[in-house]
């Protein structure tokens, strides 16, 4: 069965400093992956996805993220943060083939500091 | 295109009530995924339709819980006998079999066991 580990569950950082939220998944057959962001009071929206092709994936909010299969994680980034990217971002696995279900990781809390 | 909508947003209820909650997915999205997220944490993976068959459940879902999705459109979760383990927002997520694998998630229905 697929898992998703989420390293940090706090990251605070500087506003227009750089971060990097890790994700590791686990998964003996292949993968697409995923990140979510939540805003408070607020339904999961997508960040952005890697289904195949490239690795380096560019999503929404200038946030980007490296699928890199031998070391089976999906680090998101961002060269300079804003005070609005404040929110819990969630990794999530589902299998190319197979079952539907996507699993989620516990989600890093983003603060972003003035 | 209006996007995913759950009913009631929010649920007080006593410890042993029975509550429903109600999932209208994005019309032509025939996968239909139930989470629960606590405070602090991803969502949890409940259970997914594809149409009206339900395909998965997941194992930690006591008997107390039951969806449905009668003609493959709406769902309701339904939890009987209520705990205040319960306590949790329920989410509501949808997708198109042929889709890039995007979920679309609701705003969600906070259960709240007194």
């Known amino acids: 069965a697929q898992s998703v580990t989420q390293l940090d569950s706090q990251v605070p950082v500087f506003e227009e400093a750089p971060v990097e939220l890790r994700c590791n998944y686990s998964s003996s057959v292949s993968v697409y992956l995923f990140w979510y962001v939540q805003y408070p009071n607020q339904g999961l929206q997508l960040l952005l996805k890697y289904l195949s092709g490239s690795t380096l994936v560019k999503g929404i909010n200038g946030f980007e993220a490296e699928f890199n299969k031998s070391q089976t994680s999906f680090h998101l980034r961002k060269p300079s943060v804003h005070i609005s990217d404040t929110a819990e971002y969630f990794c999530?696995?589902?299998?190319?083939?197979?079952?539907?279900?996507?699993?989620f990781g516990t989600g890093t809390r983003l603060k972003v500091l003035a | 295109d209006t996007g995913v909508s759950q009913d009631p947003r929010h649920k007080i209820t006593k410890r042993g009530q029975n509550v429903t909650f109600r999932c209208d997915p994005i019309?032509?999205?025939?996968?239909l995924y139930w989470y629960r997220q606590t405070l602090g944490q991803g969502p949890e993976f409940l259970t997914y339709f594809q149409n009206e068959a339900q395909l998965e459940k997941s194992r930690l879902l006591s008997d107390r819980f039951s969806a449905e999705r009668p003609k493959g459109s709406f769902s309701t979760l339904e939890i009987q006998r209520t705990e205040q383990g319960d306590s949790a927002m329920y989410l509501c997520?949808?997708?198109?079999?042929?889709?890039?694998?995007?979920?679309?998630f609701g705003e969600g229905s906070r259960l709240t066991v007194l």
């Open positions: 019309s032509e999205h025939n996968r």
């Open positions: 999530a696995v589902t299998l190319t083939s197979g079952t539907y279900k996507y699993i």
């Open positions: 997520a949808s997708t198109a079999r042929e889709s890039t694998g995007e979920l679309f």
